[in-house]
């Protein structure tokens, strides 16, 4: 009778320490294991997350959500997500909470990214959060906006492909082999053009080397015009022309002179005889001085113009460039 009473006791004894491991388990599973700090965000979509969703901090776990309640705005519906921490854990004011699973197959948390603000959060303050990117929705997104392209822009386009190719099947069957003929005969006309260039090349060749050979023989007989030798003997007779106009100036202003004195005579007989006698004695010596210079100018000057219009008349190419040909007369 005391044995069974004593395996009761043990069995109960038993019970009551398994149930204790297990509410502890749950407890330190929660992470409802003591005192806690109240916290909340403000999320417009909280897809996965629910009661007892975890909180970590930079991957450490510190508490779970305690409650998610929606709240009508003007703007729309957001939730409000009251969370439970670990009593004086310190969140910096700048750290954001975000709305994330560690591994595409696991749950999603609430993970607070911390801040480096050297003030900590009040209990009952809110968390900035950060809007979560949900790969499966964007996924969708993209899918739906996939099949709008597909239905609204690739189709038409399709089609249009289909239309422009057969218009093209039908272009090539009916106007196609003119099209080759006309073709075939331009580029025949082409080839006839090539070959008749070709064939009056060498001629316009010729042409141009010969031009070329008639400016090089031109610019030889202007610069042989331009020699030295020539420019001297138009120099020495140029200057034998100005001496000699220079003194036939002479002569005429004398004889002007002598006519006004004449003019005088015959206006006024009377006047003084004795001095125009002097003065026309003085011309009369003056001129008999230098009648042989002005004789002599004259006669270079007879013997320049006649070499010169000889040479002109032996070889008419000296007013253009040259020296005058040699003469091979007998």
């Known amino acids: 009778m005391r044995s069974s009473k004593l395996n009761y006791l043990i069995v109960g004894l038993f019970v ?11 407890a330190v599973l929660t992470g409802r294991t003591g005192a806690v700090d109240n916290y909340h965000a403000i999320y417009r979509n909280v897809t996965g997350v629910k ?19 929606p709240e009508p705005q003007e703007g729309g519906m957001v939730f409000r997500i009251d ?17 994330a699973a ?5 749950a999603k948390t609430l993970s607070i990214h911390a801040g480096s603000s050297k003030v900590a959060l009040k209990p009952g303050d809110p968390v900035k959060t950060i809007d979560s990117a949900d790969v499966f929705g964007a996924m969708s997104s993209l899918a739906a906006s996939i099949a709008g392209l597909v239905e609204t822009e690739v189709k038409p386009l399709l089609q249009n492909v289909s239309f422009a190719v057969n218009d093209i099947n039908n272009f090539l069957i009916k106007d196609g082999v003119g099209l080759v003929k006309d073709v075939t005969a331009t580029v025949e006309d082409v080839k006839d053009l090539v ?15 010969l031009f070329i050979g008639n400016m090089n023989a031109a610019s030889g007989e202007v610069m042989k015009l ?25 002569v005429l202003d004398l004889v002007k002179k002598v006519a006004g004195n004449l003019d005088n005579l015959v206006v006024d007989p009377k006047q003084d005889i004795q001095a125009l006698l002097t ?19 004259m006669e270079g000057a007879a013997r320049n113009m006649n070499e010169f219009s000889r040479q002109i008349r032996a070889n008419p190419g000296l007013l253009l460039g040259g020296s005058p040909q040699q003469d091979r007369a007998q």
Not at 88 to 99: F, H, L, M, N, T
Not at 196 to 204: E, F, G, L, T
Not at 228 to 239: C, F
């Open 16 to 26: 009551i320490v398994m149930a204790g491991v297990l509410i502890g388990s749950i």
């Open 51 to 69: 009661f007892g969703t975890q909180i970590i901090y930079e991957g450490y776990p510190i508490g779970q959500v305690e409650k998610v309640t």
């Open 83 to 99: 969370v439970a921490i670990v009593q004086g854990w310190r969140i910096p004011q700048d750290s954001k909470v975000e709305i």
């Open 102 to 106: 560690p591994s595409p197959l696991s």
């Open 195 to 209: 070959n008749d260039i070709k064939a009056r090349i060498p001629p316009i060749v010729g042409n141009i080397e």
């Open 226 to 250: 331009a020699s030295s030798r020539n420019r001297k003997q138009i120099e020495v007779l140029l200057g034998n022309m100005d001496k000699t106009v220079g003194q036939v100036q002479d």
């Open 279 to 297: 003065e026309t004695r003085y011309i009369v010596d003056s001129v008999s001085r230098h009648i042989d210079s002005i004789n002599q100018n």
